[in-house]
Each structure stands twice: as C-alpha cells, then as structure tokens.
T-cell receptor, first 112, second 113 residues
Framework: QKEVEQDPGPLSVPEGAIVSLNCTYS??????FMWYRQYSRKGPELLMY????GNKEDGRFTAQVDKSSKYISLFIRDSQPSDSATYLC????????????FGKGTLLTVNP | KAGVTQTPRYLIKTRGQQVTLSCSPI?????VSWYQQTPGQGLQFLFE???????NKGNFPGRFSGRQFSNSRSEMNVSTLELGDSALYLC????????????FGPGTRLTVL
C-alpha cells in the first residue's frame, strides 16, 4: 500500500460546481498536510497548509483533515476555468529525518 | 522579488552520462529541496539542503547527489544516467525548511536517450 493515495482523475466539472479532491494516507507520523496546484509546464504552488484535524478556509478553498480516518480533502467552491490544473496533496512526517510525500495528483478541468 | 530559477530548462543526455542541474533560490531563503516528477511515480522528494548541509533525504540511489553553496544556490548531480531518469526535476526554496511553504521553480526537463 502506498503511503499516500490520490485518485488521479481526470475530473471534469462545469463552471460554478463544487469540487471535492481527496487523499488517504497510511503513515500515522504525518504531521503537516498541504495542497498544491500545478498548472501545465509550471512548478507546483502552495494552496493550503494545515497541521491539525478540522477545516481551514481560504476564499473559495477549504482544506479538511481527519487524522483519525487518515483522510484529507480539498473543496473548491464556485469553481472557475482558471482552476483547471493538477492538484497534489502533500504530507510531511517529522522525526530526525523529515519526509515529504506527495500524492500523484488529480487533473481537474473546469468547463465554461 | 525574483522567484526560484532553474537552469537549464531542457536537457538531452545519453545513458551512462552524468548531468548537473542548477537552482537559484529566492533571496533570503536558506533551504533548497529537489524533486523528481514523472507521469508514473508523480512528484518524489530527493533531498533538502539547508545552510550548505544535506538535512533530509528521500529514497533515491546514491547516483543522485547534491550540494549547496554559501549563497544558497544549489546543484543536483545525477551520474551514470539511466533511461528511467528521464523526468522533470524541480527545485523549491523556503526560508526555514520542508515544514515551511515551498516555492517551486519551473523545473528542468531531462530526457535520457
């Protein structure tokens, strides 16, 4: 079982839809949880960062972490064509050797 | 503020050769980390350097190495290239390390023939 599992999609939604992106993980040592967005031919950019269970909201984006179920989600409200990109979840485990692990990414297309 | 820059942007090599990639972090950032991105494996962490010292390391063979200079610029070297090393190599910088926001460069596309 991979440490981080993410449905690669692709996911296609109409403009204005609510999008739900999810990752599951198996390593209980993960302490920090992030979502990155990557446009074609660009490097990833950080969207959301959290280290506790619960919800964190930033504009149209909400990150949700459930450590008991080892499950994280990213919700996008009122999706726009400019949201079309690959979304990657990422997690960091602590200890003597920090380990940063990414999901494989979900390709999202928002159709006007 | 200038972003993270990577050179070269594209590179073609043959099996058995070695390659060196360069990364210039955002001014003031002391942490530089390197990643390999492929369609099959996704984005994988290679290593992180902070103040010229390798601080964290992923699960890659010793053919992958790096270094960081006193001005925080970093280089990554891959020796004895294999076809499977064809990938997009990304570097990212942050002020404090992996638990801080990583700012990614555009990547170097390496093709091994």
């Amino acid at each position: 079982q991979k440490e981080v599992e993410q449905d690669p999609g692709p996911l296609s939604v109409p403009e204005g839809a609510i999008v739900s992106l999810n990752c599951t993980y198996s390593n209980s040592a993960f302490q920090y949880f992030m979502w990155y967005r990557q446009y074609s031919r660009k490097g990833p950019e950080l969207l959301m960062y959290t280290y506790s269970s619960g919800n964190k909201e930033d504009g149209r984006f909400t990150a949700q972490v459930d450590k008991s179920s080892k499950y994280i989600s990213l919700f996008i409200r009122d999706s726009q064509p400019s949201d079309s990109a690959t979304y990657l979840c990422a997690m960091i485990s602590g200890g003597s050797n920090y380990k940063l692990t990414f999901g494989k990414g979900t390709l999202l297309t928002v159709n006007p | 503020k200038a972003g993270v820059t990577q050179t070269p942007r594209y590179l073609i090599k043959t099996r058995g050769q070695q390659v060196t990639l360069s990364c210039s972090p955002i001014s003031g950032h002391r942490s530089v980390s390197w990643y390999q991105q492929t369609p099959g494996q996704g984005l994988q962490f290679l290593f992180e350097y902070f103040s010229e010292t390798q601080r964290n390391k992923g699960n890659f063979p010793g053919r992958f190495s790096g270094r960081q200079f006193s001005n925080s610029r970093s280089e990554m070297n891959v020796s004895t290239l294999e076809l499977g090393d064809s990938a997009l190599y990304l570097c990212a910088s942050s002020w404090g390390g992996l638990s801080n926001e990583q700012f990614f460069g555009p990547g170097t596309r390496l093709t091994v023939l």
